[in-house]
């Protein structure tokens, strides 16, 4: 994961990491060279700008150079930081509906319906929830038979009417049919465009008011830098969604989307896909992440 990003922090702050001496001087140039790295690793080049500055006040303001450990205090900064701009707390999801709905959002291909099920395998393992997925697509009968293959994989019911044409009355339809039977969590997925338009996004904003979920999570393939991030704007200007789901990770990505679009939405990333299989997801933490990507 963002293996071109960390190296070229690796070197960048190979100075800093106790070879040699910290001066004035070098301490400008590594923070340049930060920044070449986060610029390059798909970082919007103000945010990587603002990264670094912010970094540079902060080692003025604690006196790094005569502190005693120089290097170490320095390297410390830029992970606080790094941890800063990807969210600093862990964000978790609110299910405290009754049931919990969840509406998913994201481009078509983005990874929506892979994560609608690995979200539901999640909570399913955790043993108090009983997870309902919902299919909302109502243009792609695939799409809807890929959630029910999804479903029958991990066990969870699917919830589904071919014949209803109008989302919002199948996202109706399956609240009241998970309050029958005792789901406490529904996880609705929905149909995705191959690129943001006003009728998607005119339809999602109708399930969005006429349900008013506890959470409107934002799927992304990281893969795509940064349009990753102008989605996401685009999709949180019409929804004010609560949280972004990353996807792809365990791909060859850059890393770009991950630093930055948090500073862009100001929303958290909450969960993150390393694979296609139903088990290929984890909680996003901020300060694991800036972690291993500071290596
Ligand atoms: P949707 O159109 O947004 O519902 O996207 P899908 O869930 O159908 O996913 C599109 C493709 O991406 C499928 O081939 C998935 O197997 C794949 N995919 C989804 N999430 C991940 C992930 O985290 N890692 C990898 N490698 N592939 C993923």
Known sequence: ?????????????????????????????????VRRALVDADVNFKIAK????????????????????????????????????MGGDTAGINLSGKPSLILMAGLQGSGKTTFSGKLANFLKNKKTKKPLLVACDVYRPAAIDQLHVVGEQIGVEVFSNKEEKNPVKIAESAIDHAKANGHNVVIIDTAGRLAVDEKMMDEISDIHQAIQPEETLFVVDSMTGQDAVNTAKAFNDRLNFDGVILTKLDGDTRGGAAISIKSVVDKPIKFIGTGEKMDAIDVFHPSRMADRILG
């Open 50 to 85: 603002n990264f670094t500055n912010t970094v540079k006040e902060k080692a003025l303001g604690q006196d790094v150079l005569k502190s005693l450990k120089p290097n170490q205090l320095m390297v410390k900064i830029v992970k606080d930081e790094l941890t800063q701009l």
């Open 1 to 33: 994961m963002f293996d071109s990003l960390s190296d070229k922090l690796d070197k960048a702050l190979h100075v800093l990491k106790g070879h040699g001496q910290i001066t004035e001087v070098n301490v400008a140039e590594t923070l340049k060279e």
